[in-house]
């Protein structure tokens, strides 16, 4: 496993281009299962949870064709996927349990083929993460579901129904699979209580192109009048308001000032609102945002993770970071998942100083400076906070467990690198 070696103290300057958004690109690339013609998705980030789901469809059949080309002044990958018949309609535990977000081919498979059997990927070191929204929305779409060793079995007789649906929770898995479901089923889905984050905004762009009828989009409650047929489109897929927002901390902890090229700044509304009490001055330009903290002094604020527009729970690890060494007192409540201050004790061991109080607040008392140290991850985002806390602590951080990150953030050092960080991988044979 990769190591990052950082040695901190240098404050970032420059430009940072960010890729096309993992969490849109997820759906969107299931969202092809639902037609038998090729679908071509633009602006796909290098990720190995992208690789990973390639993996589990070309093991249903579908056919992939790859290409590198550079879109919005950086490399991207533009990826045909083209399904005319399934080989399988099985998603696996081996695939499943690599990277959660296969389940997205539940609610197309069974929607376009009627039979799905999909590995329950399980909770995750963020929490439980129960699937059971998206399982009773199907089945009151008339499917027929089992779990059976592990698997959901899932099945319709004929067409799925369109059914009037209130979630208990505005999941963001459970809008988009059942959006999915909800295209090709015999008459009108209404989804209340839908999750309105940008990257279903951009599913339903794409999905409305391949032929669906969906209104609502940014909205709670989404309307499907279903479709007898979708066909293949070309669509580009948005940019990554959660690494954009990652950078922008960055450019923050450090004292630097950084471009951020490809961003909407209104997909960052929360956050941009914290950075600027923070003391961060933050400007939108053509195509992004100017992240400027040169002649900041950092003021701790407080965080509440909630559903878009909301401050978004994956950003909570990294402005807890930046909390670390602003002046005073931040607390920082945790509402979507039960489990997520596992950064917490890695960013003490580097002289933060944070108390948790049971499972969804923690009080940040800002500190003069961190002292870097060997740290470990747990997760994804958690990753990148110990990687900015390790950009301002005094001597060389290690971050171990790398390949959280290559799950989520492109060419993570080169970008670093670019503008002016002394960070570099350490290989290590598998
Ligand atoms: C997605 C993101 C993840 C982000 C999360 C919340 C992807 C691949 N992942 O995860 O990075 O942290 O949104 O913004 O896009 N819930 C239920 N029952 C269900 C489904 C969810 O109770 O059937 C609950 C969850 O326990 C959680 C909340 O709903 O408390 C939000 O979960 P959800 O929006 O579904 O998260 P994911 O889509 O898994």
Redesign the pocket.
Known sequence: MDKIKIIGGNPLFGKVYISGAK?TA?PIICAGLLTDEPVTIQNIPFLSDIKSLNALLLQLGTQIEEKTEERNGHLTQTITYHTPEPTSLIAPYDYVRKM??SYYVLGPLLAKYGHVELSLPGGCAI????????LTSLEQMGAHIEIKNGYVVADTAGRLKGAHITF???????TCNILMAATLAEGTTVIENA?K?P?IADLIDILNKMGANIEGANTSTLTVHGVDKLHGVTHEIINDRIEAGSYAVAAAITKGRLELINVRAEHLQSPIDILRKTGVTVEPTDNGIIVDAQNATLVGQDIYTDYYPGF???LQAQFMALMCIANGAAMVTES??ENRFMHVPELMRMGANINVHGHASAIVRGVDKLSAAPVMSTDLRASFALILAGLVAEGETIVNRVYHLDRGYECLEEKFKAVGANIERIKEPD
Do not use: K, Y
């Open positions: 969490n997820l959660r977000a929490g439980a993460r129960p699937m059971d929204i998206h208990h929770s505005a999941s963001v898995g459970a999750a984050e990257e978004p729970t994956d979507i998942w």
